[in-house]
């Protein structure tokens, strides 16, 4: 048996949670809901579950106009982005940083986990940036970072 790479299986779950991400605010842009509105929402005979006024500003930014759906969006590509590379990108030091990542994708996390289609990718993207973190607990490096360590420039 060989030993777990963790970075690398990492990587395949932040893809999968990352496009995931992307599916689920795109949906989020057209069916529209704050997911935590039952903590303390009134369930009404005509109209469902209404959110209650502490989470106005939640309405505002999901409902209303879809600010958080955006920019999980926007944080889901970036990670897509990163994990999926131009050969160009492999250069920069932002890409062999494995904190980088665990830092993307709580933000990610965060942001996806307040609408309710993006549940699901907050729950990967936080399995993905603890298992990036397990891969720098035991001191893990990508196989770029082994091959890119010459001075600036050099490729």
Not at 75 to 101: D, G, I
Request: charged share 10%.
């Amino acid at each position: 048996m060989g030993n777990l790479i963790w970075h690398e299986y990492s990587r395949f779950v932040s893809i999968t949670a990352s496009v995931y991400g992307v599916w689920a605010s795109f949906f989020g842009l057209f069916y529209r809901k704050f997911f935590w509105d039952f903590v303390g929402g009134t369930l009404r005979d005509p109209g469902g579950l209404q959110a209650p006024p502490s989470s106005a500003i939640f309405v505002t930014l999901i409902v209303k106009a879809p600010i958080i759906p955006i920019i999980s969006m926007i944080l889901c590509t970036m990670t897509l982005c990163l994990e999926l590379p131009l050969p160009a990108l492999k250069q920069f030091s932002f890409y062999r940083s494995l904190l980088v990542r665990v830092i993307l994708l709580i933000f990610q996390a965060l942001m996806t986990v307040l609408f309710y289609q993006g549940t699901n990718c907050a729950l990967w993207s936080l399995i993905a940036a603890g298992c990036y973190a397990r891969a720098i607990s035991l001191g893990e490096t990508m196989q770029e970072a082994k091959a890119n360590r010459g001075k600036p420039g050099e490729a």
